[in-house]
């Protein structure tokens, strides 16, 4: 597609249940990031997929939070057990590759409510 | 200390003023600089790259001292569409390569 898709675009839940967000980059960039945002605060990573390397897992916050990433292209942000502090914009991004001079085009986000 | 620093701002400035922020960052190797543009509640999208001769875009300017570790950004005849925050975002050449995004600089233009 023309730009990185997400969905949900908004997601309410209660707490305890499990989400799945769906990521779709770009076509053609290898690269996907996973992010949170917090109202009001920055950009926090949390999970990268390169290719076919394994990915880089260093910014998931707990062992509730997974990732896949299936023939290079979709990925599925799972969050079990979901929290309130959960709640959060979560923003994927695609890149042409992990190095170079290329920038992040990011997706829309899904915005997410644990109630 | 951070990565990447701004100041947070907010920078309020009357139309058609024009406007600077400044972004330092700790790691010497980083290799690729970057401008984002968040507006509220919206992702942040991309708007420019920092090369190391300078380099302008319309009524924007982005700077960077290597010496001196860091990255500006320069907004001529601010518009109130200008009105946003602003993320300095560098990619650290040693530390996986990743982008590493500042905490941005929030920018109010008013009538």
């Known amino acids: 597609g023309a730009g990185v898709s997400q969905s949900p675009s908004n997601k309410v839940t209660e707490k305890g249940k499990d989400v799945e967000l769906r990521c779709d980059p770009i076509?053609?960039?290898?690269?996907l990031y996973w992010y949170r945002q917090s109202l009001g605060q920055g950009l926090e990573f949390l999970i990268y997929f390169q290719g076919n390397s394994a990915p880089d897992k260093s910014g998931l916050p707990s062992d509730r939070f997974s990732a896949e990433r299936t023939g290079g292209s979709v990925s599925t942000l799972t969050i079990q057990r979901t929290q309130q502090e959960d709640s959060a914009v979560y923003l994927c991004?695609?890149?042409?590759?992990?190095?170079?001079?290329?920038?992040?085009?990011f997706g829309s986000g899904t915005r997410l409510t644990v109630v | 200390r951070k990565e990447v620093e701004q100041d947070p701002g907010p920078f309020n400035v009357p139309e058609g003023a024009t406007v600077a922020f400044n972004c330092t960052y700790s790691n010497s190797a980083s290799q690729s600089f970057f401008w984002y543009r968040q507006d509220c509640r919206k992702e942040p999208k991309l708007l420019m790259s920092?090369?190391?001769s300078g380099n302008e875009d319309g009524r924007f300017t982005a700077q960077l001292n290597r010496a001196s570790q860091y990255i500006s950004l320069l907004i001529r005849d601010s518009k109130l569409s200008d009105s946003a925050t602003y993320l300095c975002v560098v990619r650290l050449g040693n530390a996986g390569n990743m982008l590493t995004f500042g905490g941005g600089t929030r920018l109010m233009v008013k009538p």
């Open positions: 076509s053609g960039h290898t690269a």
């Open positions: 920092v090369y190391s």
């Open positions: 991004a695609s890149s042409l590759t992990h190095t170079g001079p290329y920038g992040y085009t």
